[in-house]
């Protein structure tokens, strides 16, 4: 990840940790108005046997 980019990122949104940065970023892909249908046609399109290493 580049760390211009994050830096960059932050400062518009006064946040200071990668957390909270990453946090607030899915939040706003989340937001937008056809995320939830794109990520149900997504159910069972892993492969099962991909290690996802949990």
Sequence with gaps: M????VEEAKKPT???????????????????GDFSDAFRKLKGTVDPT????F
Excluded: P, R, W, Y
């Design 14 to 32: 006064g946040l200071q940790s990668h957390t909270d940065l990453l946090e607030f970023a899915l939040a706003n892909v989340a937001l937008k």
């Design 50 to 53: 991909l290690d996802l290493e």
């Design 2 to 5: 580049s760390v211009l980019l």
